[in-house]
Structures are given as structure tokens and as C-alpha cells.
């Protein structure tokens, strides 16, 4: 039985991943993986993800791994990243596609013509380092209000419960990009490349026991 389970469907960052939490747990037994029963074993797993969502749904269930990560989001410690906050979702607006469904809401693509609040447009995908405005989970212990993180997206997520917002960030307008729920915790920015905050992050979701 591994310590923590990183899902490998063929659509994650799986390398960045795996050494961030190999940094934060060097005595865990981490491992990056596309058993499902690896994954059902697992104490902690780990949802990465790039890429489009038609084809990380595509692969997920190519891979025989759906059910895996269903069980595990609802049973057990997980962490959600990029994708794997989208795919949680019911349905996306990028390729037009179902998601799994655990997480009432859905994503939606980011303004082509959006400007900041000085009239200049911002591109999409939104891509660097934003301040991020976060709730009191655990998860966020020892992380300072607008503590920076790393951003790289088209799609953002709109939940349809407002009780499961973590943490928010501005691109130019406010939108979502953490949310938790029992033992599910999920993010759209990249713990594993945002420095202190997220290698703090990752700390906090080893430790973390949710009852």
C-alpha cells in the first residue's frame, strides 16, 4: 500500500508532481501510477492534469481509471490540479464534454476580450503568478492571504455551490480556483510550480486528516 498515489493518465505534469511531493514527504512512499488498484489502495492520491479536457476525459477512461478516481474523491484524501479541478465538474464548455461529476458546476472558458483595468487586453490562456485569496482550510495553513501561485489556463470553474469556494483569484474579474468538499480538495493553479506556498500546500495535504 503506497502513501500517495499521483494518477498517471497520460495528460499530467506527472514529473513536477511527483518530485514536489517527493521534496515535501521524502519518507513517504509516493508513486506515480496508472493501476487503479494502486490508486484504490493508496492512503492519499493525487489528481494532476494539462491538456484539453475532451482528451483527458478520453484517456482517463482508456486507461480504466474513472472509477478509481471516483472512489478515491470521494473516500479518502485527494488533491485535484489544473485538469483535475476541471474534470470533477459535470460538464465543460471546451470541447463540450460531461466531466466526472462529483462537483456540482461546470467550466467555462476565459473572455477572448477581456482588459485589464487599464484598457489593455489580457491574453488567454491565463499564464503566470497571481495573488490568491483563500478561506481557513486546512490546507492553506502557514500560507499568506495573496500568497502568489502559478497559473496556466483557458477554462476556469463555476460551482454551483458557493459553500465549497476555497480560494479565488482576479484575471481581470474574480473567479474561482480552490475548492474543498469532506476529503476533497482541489485547485486550478500548480502547487508543484509555485515556489513556497505551494511546496507549503503539498505539505499541508500529507498532513492532512480530514475526519
Known amino acids: 500500500m503506497v502513501d500517495v498515489a499521483i494518477v498517471d493518465y497520460g ?3 506527472l514529473r513536477s508532481v511527483y518530485q514536489a511531493v517527493r521534496k515535501v514527504a521524502p519518507h513517504a512512499d509516493v508513486c506515480v501510477t496508472d493501476d487503479a488498484q494502486v490508486i ?20 482517463l477512461e482508456a ?22 479541478l476541471q474534470m470533477l465538474f459535470e460538464h465543460s464548455a471546451e470541447g463540450d464534454v460531461p466531466g466526472l461529476g462529483v462537483l456540482a458546476g461546470e467550466v467555462l472558458r476565459f473572455d477572448a476580450h477581456m482588459k485589464d483595468a487599464q484598457g489593455n487586453q489580457l491574453k488567454v490562456p491565463h499564464m503566470g503568478w497571481n495573488g490568491v485569496k483563500h478561506g481557513d ?12 501561485f502559478y497559473f496556466v489556463h483557458s477554462y476556469y470553474v463555476k460551482p454551483r455551490e458557493a459553500g465549497g469556494v476555497q480560494a479565488t483569484t482576479d484575471y481581470p474579474q474574480p473567479f474561482v480556483c480552490a475548492v474543498a468538499r469532506n476529503n476533497l480538495f482541489a485547485v486550478q493553479f ?22
Open 11 to 13: 495528460m499530467g505534469n
Open 137 to 148: 482550510h486546512p490546507l492553506w495553513a502557514g500560507i499568506a492571504q495573496d500568497a502568489r
Open 190 to 211: 500548480h502547487p508543484e510550480k509555485s515556489a513556497a506556498a505551494g511546496l507549503q500546500l503539498l505539505q499541508n495535504f500529507i498532513n492532512w486528516n480530514p475526519v
Open 40 to 59: 484504490a489502495n493508496a492512503q492519499r492520491v493525487i489528481f494532476p492534469g494539462q491538456g484539453a479536457m475532451p482528451d483527458c476525459m478520453r484517456e
Open 63 to 84: 486507461r480504466g481509471l474513472r472509477q478509481a478516481v471516483l472512489d478515491a474523491a470521494h473516500n479518502k484524501p485527494f488533491l485535484g490540479i489544473c485538469i483535475g
